[in-house]
């Protein structure tokens, strides 16, 4: 086991010399944890305990490389330093030795040291038999307490390495979930996200719930809302075998600067209050972006509405212009609650929805296949239009002041080209001139 984890965490790996740090220092958290089990990042993220003078070491790395350099918690002695591919953390030793700080972790599996200098594991808590074993073990239970963000870590744990949780542990964990409130309501979100980024997390979303730690965060969040929640990874499955870029969609983030994919909003969209207004004034609360709150919001205004049967082509066309960038999630959502009506009908037990037949749900997915055609064709008129003439071109052609009604003029002109009336430029400013003088544009 030791020469493996030397190999995996060896020092030529680090963006930073071994030279550079003293003696003793100990890696530690889940760097140590993922060695053991052999999973293996792109991104290093390093944690170090130093006996002292942590800043002062963090410092002087980020100086020697020209690194970048964040004081965490200068009360507790934490430092960060940033590479381009990797980040190390530099916290001060807690208590009079080693074995005092790792018994103020959070679980066994992350209270494992290692010692680079000597190649030496420090395993007081036997995290590597619980390693070994897929369990998630408290280290106790006023550590739980102490910060209470560790109970929904368990969940978000358990669903990364695919662990169970150990009977003593669940049992604190629900005595806890109380104490889950007085989390601030960003640090929680960032736990949640792990878990609605993949169809892993959804059962610890629902245990979570069951356990009391939803409610705080999620007031709206009921038994439906869960089933809610299965519906759309079940959805999302079902589309991507379908339309494989429809997919690649899904699992793209809403932008590069936020870490939440399309199929993560449309979950989340499940979690909240169904009123998109509402809804707005929750996730508000919850600290997310403007960014993310729109695609929950607008995903959950428009997928009611998401069916072609008897749309026209203009109703079509002012779907796809108010779900622009959100149309994956709408659809998935779509999709995910006409299948759990589908399934429910029948029976309202859970299992009965999760049940019901993949080839059924398929075969309903067909209903919105004109829609996710039209969105994955980027020369589709409807929902794609591309624009025949500008409003300047109007403005000037028609002698018309700027004003609202350009606008309107401008999308009368793009329903009219997607509906095979009009295809050239001279087309559109002479049916522009028509709906002037009939007074179309009043």
Known sequence: MHSFIASTLAPENWPFSL?????????????????????????????????SNAVKV????????????????????????????????????????????????????????????????????????????????????????????????AYRQAAQLNFTIESATQTTIRSLASHIST???????????????????????????????????????????????????NAAVLLAQNWQQLGVQLQAYVRDSIKTTWLAIAKLASLVNPNPELAEIELQELT???????????????????????????????????????????????????????????DNQLNTAVATTQGTHAARCLVFAPLINRYLNPDDLVAHPTPLVSGKDLIIALDIPASPIVGKLLTEIAIAQAEGKISTPTDAIAFARELIEAKMMN
């Open 19 to 51: 030279a550079l740090l003293p003696q003793p220092a100990y890696m530690v958290g889940g760097a140590v944890r993922d060695a053991i089990l052999g999973r293996t990042r792109e991104y290093l993220d390093l944690d170090f305990v130093i006996p």
């Open 58 to 153: 963090a410092k002087a790395i980020a100086h020697h490389y020209n690194a970048g350099f964040v004081l965490l918690d200068a009360e507790r002695q934490i430092a960060r330093v940033v590479f381009p591919h990797a980040t190390a953390d530099f916290a001060q030793q807690e208590g009079d030795s080693l074995e005092v700080d790792l018994h103020r972790r959070d679980f066994t599996i992350n209270a494992i040291a290692y010692n680079p200098h000597t190649q030496e594991i420090i395993d007081p808590l036997q995290g590597y038999a619980d390693l070994q074993q897929g369990i998630l073990r408290m280290v106790s239970p006023a550590n739980l307490k102490d910060d209470p963000l560790r109970l929904m870590r």
């Open 183 to 233: 989390v601030a309501a960003e640090r929680f979100r960032v736990e949640i996200g792990y878990l609605l980024a993949n169809a892993q997390g959804t059962p610890w979303i629902t245990t979570a719930w069951e356990d009391g730690l939803l409610t705080p965060f999620f007031k709206n969040a009921t038994r439906e809302s869960l089933n809610k929640l299965a519906a759309v990874d």
């Open 288 to 346: 997310y972006s403007r960014a993310e709150v729109r695609g929950v919001t607008t995903a959950l205004k428009l997928s009611p509405h998401l069916k072609v049967a008897n749309m026209s082509l203009r109703e079509q066309y002012f779907l796809f212009q108010d779900a622009d960038i959100v149309f994956p999630a709408t659809v998935v959502l779509a999709v995910a609650f006409d299948n759990l009506v589908e399934a429910m009908s029948g």
